[in-house]
C-alpha cells in the first residue's frame, strides 16, 4: 500500500487529476488514457487534456510556492494596473463559482486598496 501511495503522490495535482478522469471513464489501459485526456481537454481533445494537465502542474506549482492569498492579491493588482475598475472586478468574482468564503476575501482586498 505505501509503494502505491508514493508513486501516485509522485505524479503529482495532474496526475490524480488524471487517474480520477480515467476512472470516470469506464475504460481500462489506453482506451481509459485516451478517454480521460480527450474529456478533459473538452473541444480540443486530448491535446487540450494534455495542455490541461500542464496548466494544472503549473498553478498547483505556483500555490505551493506563494500560497493562495498572495496569488490571488498580484492578479487582482495586475487587473487594476491593466485598468479594470473595483467594480468590474467584484462583477466578475461573483460570476466565479468560488466559494462565498474566497469571494468576501477577494472583495475585502478590493476595499483595502486605494
Same mark, same amino acid.
Given at each position: 500500500?505505501?509503494?502505491?501511495?508514493?508513486?501516485? !503522490?509522485? +505524479? &503529482?495535482? *495532474?496526475?490524480?487529476? =488524471?487517474?480520477?478522469?480515467?476512472?470516470?471513464?469506464?475504460?481500462?489501459?489506453?482506451?481509459?488514457?485516451?478517454?480521460?485526456? !480527450?474529456? +478533459? &481537454?473538452? *473541444?480540443?481533445?486530448? =491535446?487540450?487534456g494534455i495542455a490541461v494537465l500542464g496548466l494544472l502542474a503549473l498553478m498547483s506549482q505556483g500555490l505551493t510556492e506563494y500560497g493562495f492569498e498572495a496569488i490571488f492579491k498580484s492578479t487582482v493588482d495586475q487587473l487594476r494596473t491593466k485598468g479594470k475598475s473595483k467594480s468590474d472586478i467584484e462583477r466578475e468574482i461573483e460570476s466565479y463559482p468560488i466559494s462565498s468564503d474566497l469571494k468576501l476575501k477577494i472583495k475585502d482586498y478590493l476595499r483595502k486598496l486605494a
Open positions: 500500500m505505501d509503494k502505491l501511495v508514493d508513486k501516485i !503522490a509522485a +505524479l &503529482g495535482v *495532474p496526475g490524480l487529476v =488524471l487517474l480520477v478522469a480515467m476512472a470516470v471513464t469506464g475504460w481500462a489501459g489506453a482506451a481509459a488514457i485516451t478517454a480521460a485526456l !480527450a474529456v +478533459l &481537454g473538452g *473541444p480540443f481533445g486530448m =491535446l487540450g
